[in-house]
């Protein structure tokens, strides 16, 4: 079955401090799709990486990194020099190959980030 | 280039009612998934529409329903409501197969009185 676990329920850092969100999941899937989303106030679930399975590099986009590591199975979440902006909570997301028609997500409970000025 | 839109904002219905909630998805999208968010909780996959099929449901009950218009809107339908189905209901749309990233409307608030 699949699950995915985010562990840290509230974080709060003041700007400009690194932080990581951690997110492990579980799947019997050789392949499979992982998702980080940012949720706002305004309640939109907006977009920030995919990964899939067999793509294990790190990617860096600006302030925001992401570590895959397939061994550990977990994709933690890294935004270096928080910004008040930031603030908001992201979800994890899990999507399974066998998903032939598009989005299935099982997302994870989120992390709340508060940062502050 | 509109994103996802969806209809209405807020929503105030007393338990045991009917309610529908529409989703336009973004331009060039075929495929709409509906999701259920409880007050502090991850979004739960409730089913998803493609070519005006139903092609896949998560574990909700048949009070639960949707349909697919020719234009790729969609509609959540939900029977006798219960006080339990306070949520956020957000709507997802993607194009076609494929695990591209999917685009999430701002939802619509229900709340069961």
């Known amino acids: 079955a699949q699950k995915v676990t985010q562990a840290q329920t509230e974080i709060s850092v003041v700007e400009k401090e690194d932080v990581t969100l951690d997110c492990v999941y579980e799947t019997r899937d050789t392949t499979y799709y992982l998702f980080w989303y940012k949720q706002p106030p305004s309640g939109e679930l907006v977009f920030l990486i995919r990964r899939n399975s067999f793509d294990e590099q790190n990617e860096i986009s600006g302030r925001y990194s992401w570590n895959f590591q397939k061994s550990t199975s977990s994709f933690n979440f890294t935004i270096t020099a928080s910004q008040v902006v930031d603030s908001a909570v992201y979800f994890c997301?899990?999507?399974?190959?066998?998903?032939?028609?598009?989005?299935?997500?099982?997302f994870g409970p989120g992390t709340r980030l508060s940062v502050l000025p | 280039d509109a994103g996802v839109t969806q209809s209405p904002t807020h929503l105030i219905k007393t338990r045991g009612q009917q309610v529908t909630l529409r989703c336009s998805p973004k331009s060039g999208h075929d495929t709409v998934s509906w999701y259920q968010q409880a007050l502090g909780q991850g979004p739960q996959f409730i089913f998803q529409y493609y070519e005006e099929e139903e092609r896949q449901r998560g574990n909700f009950p048949d009070r639960f329903s949707g349909h697919q218009f020719p234009n790729y809107s969609s509609e959540l339908n939900v029977n006798a409501l219960l006080l339990g189905d306070s949520a956020l209901y957000l709507c997802a749309s993607s194009r076609g197969q494929g695990r591209t990233e999917a685009f999430f409307g701002q939802g619509t608030r229900l709340t069961v009185v």
């Open positions: 997301a899990l999507s399974e190959a066998g998903d032939n028609y598009g989005q299935n997500f099982v």
